[in-house]
């Protein structure tokens, strides 16, 4: 009995050995990739220095690049690139991964809680795509979803994605499109028009309780089909607020943290394999110890 308690002491010990220095790697890391990217790992591609506070109008025309580069972000997920191609639009060029891409706008300014976006887009490939509600790069999607056979909305946090769907056939076979979305975040309801109509209404939608993610984007595109063309998003008004005061700048890297150690940041800041090497294998000891204590103890 004196050697069982010994080796139960020893797990305990090797738990607490493994807690320490997952949380010193997950600090390092974030601590690292904060610095190195303003604290927007999940929400920049790469580091932009941007004025405080600075506002413009919503509407990006991409058939003429008339944007404001800091306020698009492009997920690269794969390596895909969307290219300007003057008098057309932004398109995807090059698509080589397994999830959409998605190129959202940063830093939409709601009207109360009410997101309004409106979309003009070239679909002549005829390609399912989507429209962004809400996007938190993999632990929260909001997307409308365009397909053959009508309109999805996946309605995913985490772990849970349950899909509402609404028929339209052919609704991916029209190729010059008007999308409108009225996305009200506070109790997650969304008017969806498309073509200048107004095609359902929907309330219960996922709300934003998942704070992992930092950044947060309200419009935006997702395909996975080369040669769909964004022409022009127009969010209302974006405003570029850097400003965080330090609780703000607390929450964001605990939230860094907890991303690096229940899921990962975008992989191209840091590659799922170290991810798997410096992180996960200190979280499965630490599950394998718990599961050995737990038994111990019953």
Not at 66 to 80: C, M, Q, T
Not at 164 to 175: K, M
Not at 222 to 234: D, L, P, R, S, Y
Request: aromatic letters at 14%; glycine letters at 8%.
């Amino acid at each position: 009995m004196k050697k069982y308690k010994n080796d139960e002491a020893s797990v305990a010990s090797i738990l607490l050995g493994l807690i320490f220095s997952i949380t010193f790697s997950s600090v390092v890391i974030a601590f690292i990739l904060g610095q190195a990217y303003n604290y927007q790992v999940t929400g920049n591609e790469e580091f932009i220095d941007i004025n405080t506070g600075s506002m413009i109008g919503g509407e990006q025309d991409y058939t003429t690049n008339d944007i404001l580069d800091n306020a698009n972000y492009v997920s690269k997920w794969g390596g895909a690139t969307w290219t300007y191609i003057p008098d057309i639009g932004k398109v995807l060029t090059d698509y080589s991964g397994s999830d959409n891409t998605y190129m959202a706008l940063k830093g939409v300014v709601p009207v109360g809680d009410v997101y309004t976006v409106n979309y003009r887009l070239n679909n002549s490939v005829l390609a399912d795509y989507g429209v962004i509600l809400r996007y938190t790069e993999d632990m929260n999607k909001l997307i409308v979803m365009v397909e053959s056979d009508g309109f999805r909305v996946t309605n995913e946090q985490l772990f849970w994605n349950p899909n509402y769907f609404y028929a339209y056939p052919n609704a991916n076979q029209i190729r010059d499109v008007q999308i409108k979305t009225v996305f009200n975040d506070k109790i997650a309801s969304l008017d969806f028009y498309f073509q200048g109509q107004k095609i359902f209404s929907k309330d219960g939608l996922n709300q934003d309780t998942m704070k992992f993610n930092a950044a947060r984007y309200y419009a935006g595109v997702a395909t996975k089909t080369e040669g769909f063309t964004v022409e022009k998003i127009n969010a209302g008004t974006i405003t570029l607020d850097t400003s965080k005061n330090i609780f703000q700048q607390f929450e964001e890297f605990l939230g860094l943290m907890a991303t690096i150690i229940l899921w990962n940041v975008n992989p191209q800041f840091l590659p799922l394999e170290l991810n798997l090497l410096f992180i996960k294998t200190q979280l499965i000891g630490i599950v394998i110890c718990i599961i050995m204590i737990a038994r111990g103890t019953s």
